[in-house]
């Protein structure tokens, strides 16, 4: 695997998202083919210890759960995927993403809701329409799997770290040359995974409010130099989210760049910042191609999680033969 200090990538996040549902297999394919680098699996536990790819630990915002199984919602009138059988999950029909409580479409000029056929798939599947796409496109993607909710799967009795890794190994990712970024919110579990699991695949602290450490951070208890040292003794690299690098108001209330990259850098740590999204600019940009040149050009970041991977991807080539 290239050193991703020396490259530049494209994450398709949750695959093609802008275009098809997020985290479907046509969404990944279309992804794929559109070239880009690295797509991403949000990984999740099944009641039956199956793997799926799932940006949630909850059902009710993607899948007709609520429709095919009334009664089923905990105290709290959310659907868990950790209370399902993969049996009962693959029932389900997957459409673009909804907020439960408002009953809307969160993205309503995306894919049409409701329409077309799609379900949730396991890691085992994806991964295997990965490589073998690999395979007949003799092309090397890799992949991006975030473990989400370590500490909830533990609560629930279940090993999310370990039960995911052994699916990783099955398929032959187990180091920085298997082209397989290994990502979580939670810093323990990451440090878990680099000294109890021996983990070698290169390892992203992902930033921002999910992070255990955000609250120190944004109340000024834990500064930038002090938390990236910190997370350059376990992990080979940060995702923050992207108004931490830029966008954040300095005293003229402009849009201000962070020293969070350069920091980063001189630590040795790539970045990966996410979400870009055409449908949904900072007020900085006018296009998303403005959002690219800012981060891939001026602030030298190495990759960029996007839901529109086929227009990070054309910058990028338009860049390379520039």
């Not at 799997?145 to 039960?163: R, S």
Request: aromatic fraction near 10%; charged fraction near 25%.
């Amino acid at each position: 695997m290239a050193s991703a200090l020396n490259e530049k990538i494209v994450i398709a996040h949750r695959g093609a998202s802008g275009y098809l549902p997020e985290h479907t297999l046509a969404s990944k394919a279309l992804a794929y083919g559109m070239g880009a680098h690295f797509l991403e699996q949000d990984v999740v536990l099944t009641r039956d210890d199956h793997p799926i790819i799932l940006h949630d630990i909850y059902l009710d915002t993607m899948t007709s759960v609520a429709i095919e199984f009334p009664g089923r919602e905990r105290g709290d009138g959310r659907y868990y995927a950790i209370d399902f059988t993969l049996e009962e999950i693959k029932t389900l029909h997957v459409s673009e993403r909804i907020d439960p409580l408002a009953k809307l479409v969160v993205h309503p000029n995306r894919f049409p809701w409701g329409k077309s056929r799609f379900e949730i798939v396991t890691l085992r599947e994806e991964i295997e329409l990965i490589q073998g796409l690999n395979a007949s496109m003799h092309r090397h993607t890799g992949i991006y799997p975030e473990l989400k909710a370590p500490k909830f799967h533990t609560a629930e009795g279940k090993d999310l770290l370990q039960i995911a890794l052994s699916i990783l190994q099955e398929y032959g990712y187990t180091g920085r040359e298997s082209r397989c970024f290994l990502q979580c919110f939670d810093s323990d579990a990451l440090r878990e995974l680099r000294s109890k699991h021996k983990v070698r695949l290169p390892l992203v602290q992902l930033l921002g409010d999910e992070c255990r450490e955000w609250d120190a951070f944004e109340s000024g208890q834990l500064s930038v130099e002090r938390w990236l040292n910190e997370i350059a003794a376990y992990a080979e690299g940060i995702a923050p989210d992207m108004e931490m690098v830029y966008g954040r108001r300095d005293q003229m209330k402009r849009p201000a760049y962070s020293s969070l990259v350069e920091q980063a850098h001189a630590l040795g740590l790539f970045v990966h910042p996410y979400n870009c999204q055409a449908d949904v600019l900072p007020e900085y940009a006018n296009t998303m191609e403005d959002v690219l040149e800012i981060f891939y050009s001026e602030l030298d970041v190495e990759g960029l999680f996007t839901d529109f991977p086929d227009r990070a991807v054309r910058f990028l080539e338009h860049h390379a033969a520039g």
